[in-house]
């Protein structure tokens, strides 16, 4: 026989744009490479701020000089006092 098989000038499938390799798949890229190219254009997120501390149920905060003390102090370091005023 002195027929050769054809020759191609290209890959017969689509070349995957992200790793230049010959791509199986309908659309021309990999699925995993796909993933990969949308991670790279996806925006970056900010880091999310901490949230402020919210206060236990066993404290209280003095209004005079803003220090959390335990719940059951009734006269802050600051002279503060928390028991109500009595009038007679």
């Not at 309908?26 to 254009?41: E, F, K, N, S, T």
Request: proline share 11%; glycine share 4%.
């Amino acid at each position: 026989m002195s027929h050769s098989k054809p020759k191609l000038v290209g890959p017969a499938r689509a070349v995957c744009p992200v790793c230049r390799t010959t791509a199986y798949s309908a659309g021309g890229i990999h699925p995993q490479c796909a993933a990969v190219q949308a991670d790279r254009l996806a925006p970056r997120m900010k880091p999310e701020a901490p949230k402020p501390k919210a206060l236990a149920k066993w404290t209280k905060r003095c209004p005079k000089c803003k220090r959390e003390l335990p719940a059951r102090r009734v006269v802050c370091d600051c002279g503060h006092s928390f028991q109500a005023l009595k009038k007679a």
